[in-house]
Protein backbone atom coordinates (compact mmCIF):
# COMPACT_ATOMS: atom_id res chain seq x y z
CA UNK A 1 0.00 0.00 0.00
CA UNK A 2 2.60 2.37 1.02
CA UNK A 3 4.43 2.29 -2.36
CA UNK A 4 1.39 3.18 -3.89
CA UNK A 5 1.24 6.54 -3.08
CA UNK A 6 5.05 7.31 -3.37
CA UNK A 7 5.15 11.60 -2.78
CA UNK A 8 5.10 12.90 -6.68
CA UNK A 9 8.46 14.06 -7.44
CA UNK A 10 10.20 12.49 -4.61
CA UNK A 11 8.66 15.52 -2.47
CA UNK A 12 5.87 15.11 -0.05
CA UNK A 13 2.39 16.64 -0.93
CA UNK A 14 -0.09 19.01 0.91
CA UNK A 15 -3.28 17.05 1.32
CA UNK A 16 -6.42 18.59 2.45
CA UNK A 17 -9.33 16.34 3.13
CA UNK A 18 -12.53 17.63 3.88
CA UNK A 19 -14.90 14.98 4.93
CA UNK A 20 -18.91 16.19 5.23
CA UNK A 21 -21.35 15.22 7.83
CA UNK A 22 -23.11 13.03 5.63
CA UNK A 23 -20.01 10.90 6.54
CA UNK A 24 -19.57 11.72 10.26
CA UNK A 25 -22.64 10.88 11.37
CA UNK A 26 -26.02 8.28 9.91
CA UNK A 27 -28.26 10.47 8.41
CA UNK A 28 -31.31 8.57 10.48
CA UNK A 29 -30.08 8.02 13.45
CA UNK A 30 -27.33 10.60 13.86
CA UNK A 31 -24.42 7.61 15.25
CA UNK A 32 -21.65 8.21 14.45
CA UNK A 33 -20.16 6.20 11.64
CA UNK A 34 -17.27 4.75 13.23
CA UNK A 35 -16.05 2.42 10.09
CA UNK A 36 -15.51 5.15 7.97
CA UNK A 37 -13.72 7.87 10.53
CA UNK A 38 -11.78 4.58 11.83
CA UNK A 39 -10.43 4.10 8.10
CA UNK A 40 -9.76 7.75 7.38
CA UNK A 41 -7.82 7.65 10.23
CA UNK A 42 -5.75 5.01 9.62
CA UNK A 43 -5.46 6.54 5.70
CA UNK A 44 -3.81 10.12 7.49
CA UNK A 45 -1.35 8.10 9.87
CA UNK A 46 -0.03 6.69 6.70
CA UNK A 47 -0.01 9.12 4.71
CA UNK A 48 1.58 10.87 7.13
CA UNK A 49 4.27 8.08 7.52
CA UNK A 50 4.89 8.60 3.83
CA UNK A 51 5.81 12.24 4.80
CA UNK A 52 2.57 13.69 3.11
CA UNK A 53 1.23 16.68 5.56
CA UNK A 54 -2.33 16.29 6.15
CA UNK A 55 -4.77 18.55 7.19
CA UNK A 56 -8.85 17.35 7.99
CA UNK A 57 -11.77 19.56 7.43
CA UNK A 58 -14.46 17.74 9.85
CA UNK A 59 -17.75 18.72 9.45
CA UNK A 60 -20.00 17.16 12.13
CA UNK A 61 -20.58 19.34 15.23
CA UNK A 62 -24.36 19.94 14.61
CA UNK A 63 -24.66 16.06 13.39
CA UNK A 64 -22.85 15.14 16.97
CA UNK A 65 -24.89 17.45 18.58
CA UNK A 66 -28.46 16.40 17.48
CA UNK A 67 -27.29 12.89 18.51
CA UNK A 68 -26.01 14.05 21.55
CA UNK A 69 -29.39 15.91 22.62
CA UNK A 70 -31.54 12.94 20.74
CA UNK A 71 -32.95 15.70 18.69
CA UNK A 72 -34.63 14.27 15.11
CA UNK A 73 -33.58 17.14 13.17
CA UNK A 74 -31.60 20.23 12.36
CA UNK A 75 -33.56 23.35 14.36
CA UNK A 76 -34.52 25.69 11.45
CA UNK A 77 -32.74 29.20 13.52
CA UNK A 78 -29.59 30.43 13.21
CA UNK A 79 -29.41 30.06 17.07
CA UNK A 80 -30.35 26.74 17.50
CA UNK A 81 -27.85 25.37 14.82
CA UNK A 82 -25.24 27.45 16.49
CA UNK A 83 -26.20 25.81 20.20
CA UNK A 84 -26.12 22.23 18.62
CA UNK A 85 -22.91 23.30 16.98
CA UNK A 86 -21.53 24.47 20.27
CA UNK A 87 -22.69 21.38 22.37
CA UNK A 88 -21.30 19.07 19.07
CA UNK A 89 -17.77 20.53 18.29
CA UNK A 90 -16.61 19.53 21.15
CA UNK A 91 -17.68 15.30 20.96
CA UNK A 92 -16.44 15.80 17.61
CA UNK A 93 -12.95 16.63 18.47
CA UNK A 94 -12.80 14.39 21.04
CA UNK A 95 -13.50 11.58 19.04
CA UNK A 96 -11.22 12.22 16.15
CA UNK A 97 -8.78 13.09 19.38
CA UNK A 98 -9.57 9.33 20.61
CA UNK A 99 -9.41 8.01 17.09
CA UNK A 100 -5.87 9.64 16.07
CA UNK A 101 -4.68 8.88 19.58
CA UNK A 102 -4.76 5.29 19.22
CA UNK A 103 -2.44 5.61 16.58
CA UNK A 104 -0.36 8.23 18.47
CA UNK A 105 -1.07 11.05 15.99
CA UNK A 106 -1.50 14.46 17.52
CA UNK A 107 -3.89 16.53 16.28
CA UNK A 108 -5.13 20.08 16.77
CA UNK A 109 -8.31 21.67 16.80
CA UNK A 110 -8.48 24.81 14.50
CA UNK A 111 -11.90 26.64 14.52
CA UNK A 112 -12.53 29.90 11.76
CA UNK A 113 -14.53 31.90 10.78
CA UNK A 114 -14.69 34.08 7.67
CA UNK A 115 -13.94 37.41 9.98
CA UNK A 116 -10.59 35.94 11.29
CA UNK A 117 -9.47 35.84 8.06
CA UNK A 118 -10.72 38.53 6.12
CA UNK A 119 -7.89 40.97 7.91
CA UNK A 120 -4.49 40.27 6.15
CA UNK A 121 -2.68 40.15 9.60
CA UNK A 122 -5.14 37.71 10.91
CA UNK A 123 -4.66 35.78 7.34
CA UNK A 124 -1.43 35.73 8.02
CA UNK A 125 -1.34 34.61 11.71
CA UNK A 126 -3.92 31.85 10.63
CA UNK A 127 -1.32 30.63 7.90
CA UNK A 128 1.58 30.67 10.41
CA UNK A 129 -0.28 28.64 12.75
CA UNK A 130 -0.90 25.71 10.46
CA UNK A 131 2.68 26.11 9.00
CA UNK A 132 3.66 25.59 12.82
CA UNK A 133 1.29 22.98 13.19
CA UNK A 134 1.93 20.92 10.00
CA UNK A 135 6.03 20.92 10.85
CA UNK A 136 5.61 19.68 13.72
CA UNK A 137 3.89 16.71 12.71
CA UNK A 138 0.79 17.16 13.81
CA UNK A 139 -2.48 17.14 12.11
CA UNK A 140 -5.02 20.02 12.31
CA UNK A 141 -8.87 19.49 11.95
CA UNK A 142 -10.92 22.36 10.69
CA UNK A 143 -14.35 23.30 11.23
CA UNK A 144 -16.66 26.37 10.74
CA UNK A 145 -16.39 28.17 13.89
CA UNK A 146 -20.76 28.02 13.81
CA UNK A 147 -21.03 29.64 17.50
CA UNK A 148 -20.01 32.72 16.99
CA UNK A 149 -20.18 33.06 13.06
CA UNK A 150 -23.63 35.41 11.81
CA UNK A 151 -24.46 35.12 8.32
CA UNK A 152 -22.13 38.04 7.45
CA UNK A 153 -18.89 36.47 8.47
CA UNK A 154 -19.81 32.83 7.93
CA UNK A 155 -18.03 30.61 5.20
CA UNK A 156 -21.40 29.05 5.18
CA UNK A 157 -20.26 25.61 4.32
CA UNK A 158 -17.03 23.51 5.09
CA UNK A 159 -16.79 22.76 0.87
CA UNK A 160 -15.48 26.94 0.94
CA UNK A 161 -13.95 26.60 3.99
CA UNK A 162 -11.72 23.50 2.81
CA UNK A 163 -11.08 24.99 -0.54
CA UNK A 164 -9.93 28.28 1.45
CA UNK A 165 -7.84 26.56 3.78
CA UNK A 166 -6.19 24.30 0.81
CA UNK A 167 -5.63 27.90 -1.09
CA UNK A 168 -3.85 29.40 2.47
CA UNK A 169 -1.55 26.71 2.56
CA UNK A 170 -0.86 25.99 -1.18
CA UNK A 171 -1.88 22.81 -0.83
CA UNK A 172 -1.29 20.05 -3.61
CA UNK A 173 -4.40 18.38 -3.16
CA UNK A 174 -7.85 18.85 -2.15
CA UNK A 175 -10.47 15.79 -1.42
CA UNK A 176 -13.69 16.37 -1.00
CA UNK A 177 -15.07 13.31 0.67
CA UNK A 178 -18.76 12.52 0.28
CA UNK A 179 -21.58 9.90 0.20
CA UNK A 180 -21.78 9.92 -3.91
CA UNK A 181 -18.15 8.83 -5.10
CA UNK A 182 -17.71 11.44 -7.94
CA UNK A 183 -19.90 14.01 -9.33
CA UNK A 184 -22.25 13.05 -11.96
CA UNK A 185 -24.21 14.84 -14.32
CA UNK A 186 -27.37 14.59 -12.72
CA UNK A 187 -28.13 13.63 -8.97
CA UNK A 188 -26.90 9.93 -8.98
CA UNK A 189 -29.37 8.96 -5.56
CA UNK A 190 -32.12 10.73 -7.49
CA UNK A 191 -31.70 9.50 -11.14
CA UNK A 192 -30.22 6.06 -12.13
CA UNK A 193 -29.19 7.14 -15.56
CA UNK A 194 -26.73 10.40 -14.11
CA UNK A 195 -23.36 9.57 -15.94
CA UNK A 196 -20.09 10.22 -13.91
CA UNK A 197 -18.26 12.90 -14.72
CA UNK A 198 -14.35 11.78 -14.81
CA UNK A 199 -12.19 14.92 -15.68
CA UNK A 200 -12.99 18.79 -15.61
CA UNK A 201 -10.72 21.54 -16.56
CA UNK A 202 -13.03 24.27 -16.79
CA UNK A 203 -15.78 24.52 -13.94
CA UNK A 204 -17.62 27.10 -15.91
CA UNK A 205 -18.39 24.65 -18.99
CA UNK A 206 -18.96 22.06 -16.49
CA UNK A 207 -21.84 24.05 -14.96
CA UNK A 208 -23.81 23.77 -17.99
CA UNK A 209 -23.44 19.91 -18.44
CA UNK A 210 -24.50 18.61 -14.87
CA UNK A 211 -27.71 19.60 -12.37
CA UNK A 212 -26.68 20.06 -9.40
CA UNK A 213 -29.80 21.91 -7.77
CA UNK A 214 -31.10 18.86 -6.13
CA UNK A 215 -29.97 18.28 -2.13
CA UNK A 216 -28.63 14.67 -1.42
CA UNK A 217 -28.67 13.79 3.00
CA UNK A 218 -30.95 15.87 4.90
CA UNK A 219 -27.19 16.73 6.79
CA UNK A 220 -25.47 18.07 4.45
CA UNK A 221 -24.75 21.27 3.87
CA UNK A 222 -25.32 23.01 -0.39
CA UNK A 223 -24.86 19.46 -2.26
CA UNK A 224 -22.65 19.47 -5.23
CA UNK A 225 -22.95 23.26 -5.83
CA UNK A 226 -21.07 23.96 -3.18
CA UNK A 227 -17.96 21.44 -4.04
CA UNK A 228 -18.07 22.94 -7.34
CA UNK A 229 -18.10 26.57 -6.28
CA UNK A 230 -14.79 24.73 -3.75
CA UNK A 231 -13.41 23.47 -6.86
CA UNK A 232 -13.29 26.56 -8.25
CA UNK A 233 -11.60 28.40 -5.88
CA UNK A 234 -9.16 25.67 -4.84
CA UNK A 235 -8.29 24.83 -8.75
CA UNK A 236 -7.88 28.69 -9.18
CA UNK A 237 -5.05 28.80 -6.26
CA UNK A 238 -3.47 25.72 -8.02
CA UNK A 239 -4.59 22.66 -6.03
CA UNK A 240 -5.83 19.49 -7.69
CA UNK A 241 -9.37 19.02 -6.35
CA UNK A 242 -10.93 15.36 -5.96
CA UNK A 243 -14.40 14.06 -5.04
CA UNK A 244 -14.58 10.62 -4.06
CA UNK A 245 -16.87 8.67 -1.90
CA UNK A 246 -15.68 8.55 2.08
CA UNK A 247 -16.98 4.78 2.23
CA UNK A 248 -13.12 3.75 1.44
CA UNK A 249 -10.76 6.38 2.67
CA UNK A 250 -8.01 4.15 1.45
CA UNK A 251 -9.14 4.84 -1.77
CA UNK A 252 -6.88 8.17 -1.58
CA UNK A 253 -3.98 6.23 -1.83
CA UNK A 254 -5.07 5.16 -5.46
CA UNK A 255 -6.25 7.97 -6.51
CA UNK A 256 -2.91 9.22 -5.82
CA UNK A 257 -1.02 6.77 -7.46
CA UNK A 258 -3.33 6.69 -10.68
CA UNK A 259 -3.01 10.46 -11.12
CA UNK A 260 0.52 10.39 -10.37
CA UNK A 261 1.38 7.49 -13.10
CA UNK A 262 -1.26 9.29 -15.45
CA UNK A 263 1.20 12.30 -15.20
CA UNK A 264 4.32 10.22 -15.81
CA UNK A 265 2.46 8.28 -18.76
CA UNK A 266 2.42 5.12 -16.59
CA UNK A 267 -1.82 5.14 -16.88
CA UNK A 268 -4.00 5.78 -19.90
CA UNK A 269 -6.91 8.12 -19.13
CA UNK A 270 -9.96 5.84 -20.54
CA UNK A 271 -10.56 2.37 -19.47
CA UNK A 272 -8.72 0.26 -22.10
CA UNK A 273 -6.33 -2.07 -22.61
CA UNK A 274 -3.22 -2.27 -20.19
CA UNK A 275 -0.55 0.13 -21.10
CA UNK A 276 3.20 -1.44 -21.69
CA UNK A 277 4.99 -1.88 -18.96
CA UNK A 278 3.88 -1.12 -15.60
CA UNK A 279 -0.02 -1.96 -16.14
CA UNK A 280 -2.10 0.49 -16.62
CA UNK A 281 -3.69 1.21 -13.01
CA UNK A 282 -7.62 0.82 -12.87
CA UNK A 283 -8.94 4.25 -12.79
CA UNK A 284 -11.04 4.15 -9.00
CA UNK A 285 -13.88 6.05 -9.22
CA UNK A 286 -13.56 9.84 -8.79
CA UNK A 287 -13.94 13.69 -10.18
CA UNK A 288 -10.87 15.17 -10.65
CA UNK A 289 -10.46 18.80 -11.15
CA UNK A 290 -7.73 19.93 -12.54
CA UNK A 291 -5.53 22.90 -11.40
CA UNK A 292 -5.08 26.29 -13.11
CA UNK A 293 -1.81 26.57 -15.29
CA UNK A 294 -1.70 30.24 -13.81
CA UNK A 295 -2.67 30.02 -9.88
CA UNK A 296 -3.32 33.21 -8.70
CA UNK A 297 -0.94 34.84 -6.35
CA UNK A 298 -1.66 34.52 -2.92
CA UNK A 299 -2.49 37.96 -2.14
CA UNK A 300 -4.75 37.70 -5.29
CA UNK A 301 -6.34 34.77 -3.91
CA UNK A 302 -6.88 36.29 -0.78
CA UNK A 303 -8.75 39.50 -2.18
CA UNK A 304 -11.40 37.58 -4.50
CA UNK A 305 -12.01 34.30 -2.09
CA UNK A 306 -11.51 34.96 1.80
CA UNK A 307 -12.99 38.68 1.84
CA UNK A 308 -16.25 39.88 1.61
CA UNK A 309 -16.10 42.70 -0.62
CA UNK A 310 -18.12 46.01 0.97
CA UNK A 311 -19.04 47.61 -1.80
CA UNK A 312 -18.76 48.44 -5.71
CA UNK A 313 -16.18 50.73 -7.47
CA UNK A 314 -17.48 50.96 -11.01
CA UNK A 315 -14.83 51.48 -14.03
CA UNK A 316 -14.81 52.76 -17.28
CA UNK A 317 -14.01 50.35 -20.01
CA UNK A 318 -10.59 51.70 -20.82
CA UNK A 319 -9.83 50.44 -16.71
CA UNK A 320 -11.07 47.46 -17.54
CA UNK A 321 -9.20 46.17 -20.68
CA UNK A 322 -6.02 47.76 -18.59
CA UNK A 323 -6.59 45.92 -15.44
CA UNK A 324 -7.12 42.74 -16.95
CA UNK A 325 -3.43 42.70 -19.03
CA UNK A 326 -1.01 41.47 -16.23
CA UNK A 327 1.20 44.04 -16.74
CA UNK A 328 -1.22 46.61 -15.11
CA UNK A 329 0.19 44.59 -11.53
CA UNK A 330 -3.53 44.59 -10.66
CA UNK A 331 -3.89 48.83 -10.11
CA UNK A 332 -6.41 51.04 -10.54
CA UNK A 333 -6.11 54.16 -11.30
CA UNK A 334 -8.72 57.27 -10.03
CA UNK A 335 -8.98 58.19 -14.02
CA UNK A 336 -10.96 54.55 -14.49
CA UNK A 337 -13.56 54.74 -11.60
CA UNK A 338 -16.83 56.02 -12.67
CA UNK A 339 -18.73 55.67 -9.66
CA UNK A 340 -18.89 53.99 -5.87
CA UNK A 341 -21.37 51.98 -4.55
CA UNK A 342 -22.10 51.16 -0.56
CA UNK A 343 -20.03 52.20 1.94
CA UNK A 344 -16.19 50.86 2.54
CA UNK A 345 -13.07 51.62 4.30
CA UNK A 346 -9.54 52.02 3.14
CA UNK A 347 -8.31 48.30 3.18
CA UNK A 348 -11.42 46.60 2.83
CA UNK A 349 -11.98 44.45 -0.37
CA UNK A 350 -14.12 45.69 -2.87
CA UNK A 351 -15.91 44.77 -6.27
CA UNK A 352 -15.17 45.79 -9.80
CA UNK A 353 -17.90 46.36 -11.88
CA UNK A 354 -18.35 47.70 -15.03
CA UNK A 355 -21.67 49.52 -16.79
CA UNK A 356 -23.20 47.46 -19.43
CA UNK A 357 -26.47 48.34 -21.84
CA UNK A 358 -28.71 45.91 -21.66
CA UNK A 359 -29.61 43.91 -24.33
CA UNK A 360 -32.36 46.13 -25.42
CA UNK A 361 -30.61 49.21 -25.45
CA UNK A 362 -28.18 48.17 -27.73
CA UNK A 363 -29.61 49.02 -31.26
CA UNK A 364 -28.03 46.43 -33.79
CA UNK A 365 -25.85 44.68 -31.70
CA UNK A 366 -23.49 47.83 -31.70
CA UNK A 367 -20.92 49.31 -34.09
CA UNK A 368 -18.74 47.39 -35.82
CA UNK A 369 -15.81 45.17 -34.54
CA UNK A 370 -13.22 47.74 -36.35
CA UNK A 371 -15.02 50.57 -34.52
CA UNK A 372 -15.11 48.93 -31.12
CA UNK A 373 -11.79 47.64 -31.60
CA UNK A 374 -11.01 51.75 -32.23
CA UNK A 375 -13.38 52.71 -29.07
CA UNK A 376 -11.20 50.31 -26.66
CA UNK A 377 -7.70 51.86 -27.60
CA UNK A 378 -8.86 54.99 -27.09
CA UNK A 379 -10.76 54.07 -23.36
CA UNK A 380 -7.33 52.39 -22.84
CA UNK A 381 -5.22 55.13 -23.74
CA UNK A 382 -7.01 57.63 -21.95
CA UNK A 383 -7.56 55.84 -18.78
CA UNK A 384 -3.40 55.24 -19.11
CA UNK A 385 -2.96 59.31 -19.30
CA UNK A 386 -3.52 59.34 -15.91
CA UNK A 387 -7.20 60.37 -16.80
CA UNK A 388 -8.41 63.30 -18.19
CA UNK A 389 -11.02 64.63 -16.03
CA UNK A 390 -14.40 63.61 -17.05
CA UNK A 391 -16.88 65.64 -18.23
CA UNK A 392 -19.29 66.44 -15.61
CA UNK A 393 -17.29 65.57 -12.75
CA UNK A 394 -17.21 67.82 -10.02
CA UNK A 395 -13.39 68.82 -9.18
CA UNK A 396 -13.99 69.32 -4.81
CA UNK A 397 -11.59 71.44 -3.47
CA UNK A 398 -9.02 70.09 -0.97
CA UNK A 399 -11.33 71.52 1.71
CA UNK A 400 -14.34 70.22 0.43
CA UNK A 401 -16.26 68.56 3.45
CA UNK A 402 -17.50 64.93 2.95
CA UNK A 403 -20.65 65.95 3.84
CA UNK A 404 -20.35 67.43 0.20
CA UNK A 405 -19.94 64.04 -1.68
CA UNK A 406 -22.73 62.69 -0.04
CA UNK A 407 -26.22 63.93 -0.98
CA UNK A 408 -28.21 61.23 1.09
CA UNK A 409 -27.99 59.14 3.71
CA UNK A 410 -28.09 56.26 1.29
CA UNK A 411 -24.40 57.15 -0.17
CA UNK A 412 -23.48 56.85 2.72
CA UNK A 413 -24.60 53.05 3.91
CA UNK A 414 -24.68 52.09 -0.22
CA UNK A 415 -27.77 50.72 0.96
CA UNK A 416 -30.23 51.38 -1.77
CA UNK A 417 -28.55 50.01 -4.16
CA UNK A 418 -25.93 47.14 -3.30
CA UNK A 419 -27.00 44.08 -3.66
CA UNK A 420 -25.74 41.26 -1.49
CA UNK A 421 -23.21 39.00 -3.55
CA UNK A 422 -23.16 36.07 -0.61
CA UNK A 423 -20.62 38.85 1.03
CA UNK A 424 -20.23 41.24 3.11
CA UNK A 425 -23.06 44.61 2.35
CA UNK A 426 -24.57 44.58 5.46
CA UNK A 427 -27.98 45.84 3.99
CA UNK A 428 -28.81 43.89 0.78
CA UNK A 429 -31.45 45.29 -0.66
CA UNK A 430 -32.10 43.56 -4.00
CA UNK A 431 -32.14 40.17 -5.13
CA UNK A 432 -28.79 39.27 -7.04
CA UNK A 433 -28.69 37.43 -10.18
CA UNK A 434 -26.28 35.22 -11.23
CA UNK A 435 -25.34 33.59 -13.91
CA UNK A 436 -22.73 30.79 -13.40
CA UNK A 437 -22.27 29.77 -16.68
CA UNK A 438 -20.16 32.88 -17.06
CA UNK A 439 -19.20 32.65 -13.05
CA UNK A 440 -20.38 36.27 -13.04
CA UNK A 441 -22.96 39.09 -11.29
CA UNK A 442 -25.09 41.62 -12.70
CA UNK A 443 -26.05 43.54 -9.68
CA UNK A 444 -29.15 44.28 -10.83
CA UNK A 445 -30.08 46.46 -8.12
CA UNK A 446 -26.94 48.79 -9.34
CA UNK A 447 -28.68 51.20 -12.04
CA UNK A 448 -27.20 54.49 -12.65
CA UNK A 449 -29.92 57.03 -12.10
CA UNK A 450 -29.27 59.01 -15.26
CA UNK A 451 -28.70 55.47 -17.77
CA UNK A 452 -30.62 52.71 -18.22
CA UNK A 453 -27.14 50.46 -18.00
CA UNK A 454 -26.69 47.36 -15.35
CA UNK A 455 -23.47 47.12 -13.47
CA UNK A 456 -21.55 43.58 -13.91
CA UNK A 457 -18.94 42.28 -11.38
CA UNK A 458 -15.69 41.61 -13.49
CA UNK A 459 -13.48 41.11 -10.57
CA UNK A 460 -12.16 42.18 -6.99
CA UNK A 461 -9.61 43.90 -5.55
CA UNK A 462 -8.89 46.20 -1.84
CA UNK A 463 -9.69 49.50 -1.77
CA UNK A 464 -6.78 51.84 -1.25
CA UNK A 465 -9.26 55.00 0.08
CA UNK A 466 -12.89 54.72 1.60
CA UNK A 467 -15.87 54.88 -0.59
CA UNK A 468 -16.19 58.79 0.08
CA UNK A 469 -12.76 59.26 -1.26
CA UNK A 470 -12.85 57.37 -3.89
CA UNK A 471 -16.25 59.47 -4.86
CA UNK A 472 -14.66 62.41 -4.78
CA UNK A 473 -11.36 61.74 -6.84
CA UNK A 474 -13.30 59.49 -9.78
CA UNK A 475 -12.08 60.44 -13.05
CA UNK A 476 -9.31 62.95 -12.05
CA UNK A 477 -5.66 62.24 -12.44
CA UNK A 478 -3.15 60.85 -10.02
CA UNK A 479 -2.03 63.86 -9.25
CA UNK A 480 -5.20 65.63 -8.12
CA UNK A 481 -5.74 62.93 -5.38
CA UNK A 482 -3.67 64.88 -2.71
CA UNK A 483 -5.28 68.09 -4.10
CA UNK A 484 -8.37 67.07 -3.53
CA UNK A 485 -7.97 64.92 -0.25
CA UNK A 486 -5.43 66.87 1.28
CA UNK A 487 -2.93 63.96 1.23
CA UNK A 488 -2.26 60.93 -0.97
CA UNK A 489 -1.23 57.83 0.30
CA UNK A 490 -1.20 55.78 -3.24
CA UNK A 491 -1.74 56.86 -6.79
CA UNK A 492 -3.74 53.94 -7.05
CA UNK A 493 -7.55 54.00 -5.73
CA UNK A 494 -8.10 50.06 -5.65
CA UNK A 495 -4.83 47.06 -5.53
CA UNK A 496 -4.51 43.65 -5.64
CA UNK A 497 -7.11 43.83 -8.47
CA UNK A 498 -8.45 40.27 -9.92
CA UNK A 499 -10.23 40.78 -13.41
CA UNK A 500 -12.24 37.42 -13.75
CA UNK A 501 -14.76 38.77 -16.28
CA UNK A 502 -12.26 40.27 -19.41
CA UNK A 503 -13.48 43.02 -21.61
N1 LIG B 1 -24.78 16.19 -10.08
C1 LIG B 1 -24.60 15.57 -8.87
N2 LIG B 1 -23.65 14.62 -8.73
C2 LIG B 1 -23.45 13.99 -7.55
N3 LIG B 1 -24.18 14.28 -6.42
C3 LIG B 1 -25.15 15.22 -6.49
C4 LIG B 1 -25.40 15.92 -7.73
N4 LIG B 1 -26.39 16.82 -7.50
C5 LIG B 1 -26.73 16.71 -6.21
N5 LIG B 1 -25.99 15.75 -5.58
C6 LIG B 1 -26.14 15.39 -4.15
O1 LIG B 1 -25.06 15.95 -3.41
C7 LIG B 1 -24.91 15.15 -2.24
C8 LIG B 1 -23.58 15.45 -1.54
O2 LIG B 1 -23.64 16.73 -0.94
P1 LIG B 1 -23.89 16.92 0.66
O3 LIG B 1 -25.13 16.16 1.07
O4 LIG B 1 -23.84 18.37 0.95
O5 LIG B 1 -22.65 16.13 1.21
P2 LIG B 1 -21.59 16.44 2.36
O6 LIG B 1 -22.35 16.32 3.65
O7 LIG B 1 -20.60 15.34 2.16
O8 LIG B 1 -21.00 17.80 2.10
C9 LIG B 1 -25.06 13.75 -2.76
O9 LIG B 1 -25.53 12.89 -1.76
C10 LIG B 1 -26.08 13.89 -3.89
O10 LIG B 1 -27.36 13.47 -3.46
N1 LIG C 1 -19.85 23.45 10.43
C1 LIG C 1 -20.97 22.54 10.27
C2 LIG C 1 -20.95 21.85 8.95
C3 LIG C 1 -21.38 22.69 7.79
C4 LIG C 1 -21.21 21.94 6.47
O1 LIG C 1 -20.68 22.48 5.50
O2 LIG C 1 -21.64 20.66 6.41
P1 LIG C 1 -21.34 19.61 5.19
O3 LIG C 1 -22.05 20.10 3.94
O4 LIG C 1 -21.90 18.35 5.67
O5 LIG C 1 -19.87 19.57 4.97
C5 LIG C 1 -20.91 21.45 11.33
O6 LIG C 1 -19.82 21.14 11.83
O7 LIG C 1 -21.96 20.88 11.64
Given at each position: MKSMARPRHGSPNTIVIKLGTSSIVHETTHQPLLSTLSGLVETVVQLRELGHKVVLVSSGAIGVGLKRMEMASKPKSLSGKQALAAIGQGRLIALWDNLFGQLGQPIAQVLLTRGDISDRTRYLNAVNTFKE?????????????????????????????????????????????????????????????????????????????????????????????????????????????????????????????????????????????????????????????????????????????????????????????????????????????????????????????????????????????????????????????????????????????????????DDLLGSSVVADLGGGDTTPSVPTKTLPEEDHVVLDGGRDESEDWELEEVGRGLANYNSAQITRVKGLKSSQIAQVLGYADSEYVVENVTIRVPP
Open positions: LLSLGVVPIVNENDTVSVSEIKFGDNDTLSAITSSMIHADYLFLLTDVDSLYTTNPRKDPTAKRIEEVSSIATIRSQVSTTTLGSNLGTGGMETKLIAAEIATAAGVTTVITSSKDPKAIFRILEYNNALRSGRASPAPGPAADPPRAAERPPHTLFKPSPTPLRDLKAWTSHTLHPAGTVIVDGGAHHVLARRESGGRLLAAGVRGVRGAFASGQAVRIAVRRAPASAAPGGGGSDAADAHEAERAREAYLRGGETQPGTPVLPADASLASSISTI
